[in-house]
Nanobody, 123 residues
Framework: QVNLVESGGGLVQPGGSLTLSCTAS????????IGWFRQGPGKEREGISC??????????DYAHSVKGRFTISRHNAKNTVYLQMNSLKPEDTAVYYC??????????????WGQGTQVTVSS
């Protein structure tokens, strides 16, 4: 059983920043592509960012809705993947999930998931 663990969510004002973390104890995250997903109230789950495994030269990709505001990165020594979120908007309010698989492919469901962390952007 592989469980990813997200942390770092919370309540933040519009324009503020948060950094989410994703870690695991059963696998080395550097061996996997990691994706960040979110599901807002009444919305479908959407993929917002991904990073390739260490063999993929750390290639990153972002959804249009977060490009330029969010940054995904790895800290392999800590077995952690981060999602730095800046200039947050109320529409960023959602439960954020990290997921892992050998490849993150749009339209497919990664194999391993975390339990999610709530991000609320409100004044």
């Amino acid at each position: 059983q592989v469980n990813l663990v997200e942390s770092g969510g919370g309540l933040v004002q519009p324009g503020g920043s948060l950094t989410l973390s994703c870690t695991a104890s059963e696998i080395l995250l550097e061996d996997y592509a990691i994706g960040w997903f979110r599901q807002g109230p009444g919305k479908e789950r959407e993929g917002i960012s991904c990073i390739s495994d260490s063999n993929g030269n750390g290639r990153t990709d972002y959804a249009h809705s977060v490009k330029g505001r969010f940054t995904i990165s790895r800290h392999n020594a800590k077995n952690t993947v981060y999602l730095q979120m800046n200039s947050l908007k109320p529409e960023d309010t959602a439960v954020y999930y990290c997921a892992a698989d050998f490849r993150i492919v749009p339209g497919t469901v990664p194999n391993y998931w975390g339990q999610g962390t709530q991000v609320t952007v409100s004044s």
